[in-house]
């Protein structure tokens, strides 16, 4: 099992930036991937971004509303994750999910979720 802490998010105006953290413990050593999601009142989970562990490199996606605003990436050992997130929009507020797989399963694993609120 892997254990997901997150922190960061909070309260900004439109156009700035805000990074969130999510912290791995347990088997981090056995994750293959990490994401983001972010859920909106009313509206379904929505995949943000995702990070999955290549050969030599890493391997990066996002959401076509958060492309060239948003960077995911992690430090080496899968440790920490984190979502750097600039030129926000309103329509970012939501509630932000960190999530894991390990390798040899398909058990999602979550963080507890925290908020970001984007002022126009």
């Known amino acids: 099992q892997v254990q997901l802490v997150q922190s960061g998010g909070g309260t900004v105006q439109a156009g700035g930036s805000l990074r969130l953290s999510c912290a791995a413990s347990g088997r981090a050593f056995s994750i293959k991937d990490m994401n983001w999601y972010r859920q909106s009142p009313g509206m379904q989970r929505e995949l943000v971004a995702s990070i999955t562990r290549g050969i030599g490199t890493d391997y990066t996606d996002y959401a076509d509303s958060v492309k060239r605003r948003f960077t995911i990436s992690r430090d080496g050992a899968w440790n920490t994750m984190w979502l750097q997130m600039d030129s926000l929009k309103p329509e970012d507020k939501a509630v932000y999910y960190c999530?894991?797989?390990?390798?040899?399963?398909?058990?999602?694993?979550w963080g507890h979720g925290t908020q970001v609120f984007v002022s126009s």
């Open positions: 999530d894991a797989h390990l390798d040899l399963q398909t058990v999602d694993y």
